[in-house]
């Protein structure tokens, strides 16, 4: 068994997005412009409203997925096929845009903390024009897991510690977890060899990732290899990381805002689905 390391470390950057949504572009700027095949990974959290109060009004998405999770607040949203749905905290919604859909995520709240995180998904070619379809999860449908002393796992994507996470029928057989680890705490994290990586600290001081150490806010790109060591100092705070790995598709990739495609003719024609209404 090979422990993965760090290969590259980045911090988010400031910007915003919707209808001035304040967030962190963590995957998806100069600093690590994808991670194949993770294309953007954003994370939100305010308690002050006009920092989220505008949400994201009808926008199209072609050609990847979105896969939002809701640490803290209320989300709803709408697309133009009618569907409509609300993220509560906890829950998780991971969208096939495919083809081509127009949907708003807007805040259901007006004060109070509204924290999590999006994160883009690269389709395969012979996927990008398959039906859009949502894979809607409420907070208590996510299973979890205790696997050692101090640490408690949300498993929202893949086979982890004997549960399975409810997300299914992706392609590049994700794994996403969630894990809280309490001072003192270890952990050895399984992942497919081949699989792209990466670790994201967004509570606590900092988390080892094997003779490493990774601090808040920053991501660790991983190196291949069987299995993740996790661990918190005993004299550290309690902290959570965001894990998440993907079979890489290592195809070509076109893009342009809302459109990811694999030639420029196809954002070019995408462009002009979305301007003649159909999507």
């Given at each position: ?74 989300m709803r949203h709408r697309d133009n096929h009618g569907n409509s749905g609300l993220l509560e905290s906890g829950s998780v919604q991971w969208m096939t845009a495919g083809r081509g859909i127009v949907h708003s ?175």
């Amino acid at each position: 068994m090979s422990s993965r390391t760090i290969t590259r470390r980045v911090r988010g950057i400031p910007t915003s997005d919707g209808a001035g949504v304040k967030l962190t572009r963590v995957i998806g700027q100069p600093r690590l412009d994808s991670l194949d095949p993770f294309l953007l990974l954003d994370e939100f959290g305010s308690d002050a409203a006009n920092d989220y109060i505008a949400g994201f009004p009808d926008h199209p998405h072609r050609g990847f997925e979105t896969v939002t999770y809701m640490l803290d607040g209320r989300m709803r949203h709408r697309d133009n096929h009618g569907n409509s749905g609300l993220l509560e905290s906890g829950s998780v919604q991971w969208m096939t845009a495919g083809r081509g859909i127009v949907h708003s995520e807007m805040p259901e709240q007006e004060h109070g903390l509204m924290r999590g995180f999006q994160l883009w998904v690269n389709l395969a070619a012979k996927d990008k024009m398959s039906q859009p379809r949502y894979q809607d999860i409420a907070p208590e449908k996510i299973p979890a897991a205790e696997p050692a002393p101090g640490v408690h796992v949300r498993v929202v994507a893949g086979e982890q510690f004997g549960v399975t996470g409810p997300v299914n029928g992706i392609a590049i057989e994700p794994v996403y977890l969630d894990i809280a680890l309490q001072p003192g705490a270890k952990l050895s994290v399984p992942l497919p060899n081949d699989h792209s990586a990466f670790a994201y600290v967004f509570e606590g001081d900092s988390v080892h990732v094997g003779a490493e150490v990774l601090g808040l806010r920053e991501l660790g790109v991983l190196s291949h290899g069987d299995l993740v060591e996790l661990a918190v100092p005993a004299d550290a705070r309690a902290a959570r990381v965001l894990l998440v790995a993907g079979r890489p598709l290592n195809e070509p990739v076109a893009r342009y805002g809302p459109f990811v495609m694999n030639t420029p003719e196809q954002i070019v024609q995408a462009m002009r689905d979305y301007q003649s209404g159909n999507f």
